[in-house]
């Protein structure tokens, strides 16, 4: 397992930024809730961050 942390991108509506493992990776809000599906998006509305735990596979469609 891999664990996540979500923001948004600033000055985007629907950009998110995905930092794990010292990288970092910009998406969709609508890919990433395609990925882990919509329960994560949530958090990134009210709280404008969440921590996601990732599997294997969910890791390798970030790439």
Known sequence: MH????????GTTNVVRL???GR????TSSRLSRIFG???L???YL???AVLRA???QV???T
Do not use: Y
């Not at 664990?3 to 600033?10: A, G, I, N, R, Y």
């Not at 970092?24 to 998406?27: A, G, K």
């Open 42 to 44: 949530g958090d990134l």
């Open 38 to 40: 919509p329960k994560v």
């Open 60 to 62: 390798a469609q970030l």
């Open 24 to 27: 970092t990776i910009e998406m």
């Open 47 to 49: 709280r404008g961050r």
């Open 3 to 10: 664990e996540l942390s979500c923001t948004w991108v600033p």
């Open 55 to 57: 599997d294997a596979g």
């Open 19 to 21: 930092r794990f493992n």
